[in-house]
């Protein structure tokens, strides 16, 4: 009887278990790399587990993750803040009928201490490679900021990688795999945008220097401690500094995050303290950003000798009650009616915000994305501009109290107060002249000097309703440059740069006097040519045509020759149109120029 109610049992039993398992292991996914494909996330198939006191070995690892044992990453991203222990993640890797069989594997975070990656392939052979910033900067597979590593992916013949991380700064492991080619696009894109912010920090730092020497002003002093501190936490957490400043120390390469930290922080106290008058104008507050300025001196010192992960953490929470400190600060001077002090906290809202936002990715509070990685820079880039006009009124300010001091002061003091009045009315020129070419720059298009879309879209309406009340024509030429497309698939961007400038070029020289011309987007163009009648905006463009088909632009051992098809359209004087639809005409007649041969040109109707 007992036998006999265990053999009705058993298959329940047995059901049960086998539903367990199902339950208790699922499969990991697999990367496919489909044909054409450039760049591919892991994180969709990424799988993680933690080792709390990092022993673990890669072939433990390795069976824990076939059984199932690695979670999905949470919420798809790879971002745990400051954590103990080492972390593991699994990808299986797949190959297509890809033609690119060798990729790129990018960590794209900077400051990992130690990463190791186990490639086990598909006949059982595991290979080991490790990175980070505690090792030399010359073991890298490719000279770049970020960790990374060649993999050799064979068609059919599936990889599992597992990559062990281990740091005392935050947790980030987003990793992303590259072709060859697309790295190097990438690569060169983000260093093109990184060389105009980093660009941007230096001529903020000399410019505020120079004044700070012809003017023996603090503000612009400690403003340009600020950028350079600033500057330096930027070029460490963006991995420039391990790579071009000490890429054989790596001690520094930590050290240096939360010197640089606490430096820049030490720097905006004394600034915001002399901005805002706070000695004169709120003592309370003089007095708390003096505690916090001493008390970032001090950790500058500390964190030669403190642990990396206690110096970044300390560094890292402590901007919070900084930014509150001197939002609170500029708050209180605002309502006691120092104008300047409204500008300034609008500046520093920017930076202080994007500040905080990366602070709480470094805790894992946010998660890893474009805006919040580059919060930082985002918002001092806006706090660069805000605060120009911020400094701009205060000094406006200062030069109506000395021309009030001039009326006041006795004889005694009046060549002094002249002296300090004509400095000042220099550099407020030169802040002029800087701004004019500031404005003048953000008018026009970096790649081929004309104007921009933006100086387009602002210009062009009011331009041409001013022309028809004065009774005078307006004529709109749009210009395409012909198979743009092939150019670059043939000979690459930078030939297809050289095409597009060269065909700004001749726009330029090849329009009457008084044309605009602008790049719309693309390798699209716009003449706007106000008193310019059909017949002459036909002529133009005609000679226009005919300049580009002439031109030869030399490329490698061959001359790349140019055509460009243009439509044009014409507001008859006194004709009431808009200026969209004017444009949509011109674009029109564009596209009947390409869908009729490309290189000619297709004139719009005219609007009478």
Known sequence: MRDKGWSRVAPIVLLLWLLSLAFTTTASPTLDLAAGQTRARLAPVTTYIADPDGK????????????????????GNATFGFVEGAYWFHARLANLNHAESRWLLVLEYALLDEVDLYVRHADGRVDHFNSGDLVPFSKRSVSYRHPNFWLDIESGRPLDLLVRTSSKSSMQVP????????????????????????????????????????????????????VFGFGLVQFCLNGFAFEYLWPDWPWLANAAVPMSMSLAMLAMQLFSRDFLELPRRFRLGNALLLILASFHALLTVASTVLDYRIAVMIG????????????????????????????????????????????MVSFGVLPKTFATEYGMQIGSAAEMIFLSFALAYRWASLRAENERIARE??????????????????????????HARLR???????????????????????????CLADGRPFSVLAADLDHFKRINDEYGHLVGDDCLRAVASTLQQNTPDGALVARFGGEEFIVLMAG?????????????????????????????????????????????????????????????????????????????
């Open 56 to 75: 673990a070995t890669a072939a433990e690892m390795f069976t824990r993750a076939g059984r199932g044992e690695f979670a999905p990453l949470p919420g």
């Open 175 to 226: 990793l992303t795999l590259y072709t060859p080619g697309a790295f190097l696009e990438q690569a060169r894109d983000a260093q093109l945008g990184m060389g105009i912010y980093y660009g941007i920090l230096l001529a903020l730092l000399f410019y505020n220097l120079t004044l700070s020497l012809s003017l023996r002003d603090r503000s612009h002093f400690f403003y340009s401690a600020h």
């Open 316 to 359: 890292t929470a402590m901007v919070f009650p900084g930014v509150a400190a001197i939002i609170f600060c500029a708050i209180v001077v605002a309502r006691r009616k120092f104008p300047p002090a409204a500008l300034f906290l609008l500046a520093w809202a920017m930076l202080l915000g994007g500040t905080i936002v990366y602070a």
């Open 409 to 434: 002061a006795n004889e005694r003091l009046e060549q002094r107060v002249e002296e300090r009045t004509r400095e000042l009315s220099e550099a407020l020129q030169q802040l002029g002249e800087a």
């Open 440 to 466: 003048e720059n953000s008018a026009r298009d970096g790649l081929t000097g004309v104007f921009n879309r933006r100086h387009f879209d602002q210009t062009f309406a009011p331009l041409l309703r001013q």
């Open 532 to 608: 310019a009648d059909e017949p002459a905006a036909r002529e133009a463009a005609e000679v226009i045509r005919q300049r580009v088909a002439a031109q030869l632009l030399p490329v490698e051992n061959t001359a790349l020759r140019l055509t460009i098809s243009i439509g044009t359209a014409t507001a008859a004087a006194g004709a009431s149109i808009d200026a969209a639809t004017l444009l949509r005409r011109a674009d029109e007649a564009l596209y009947e120029a390409k869908r009729s041969g490309r290189n000619r040109i297709v004139q719009g109707s005219v609007a009478a």
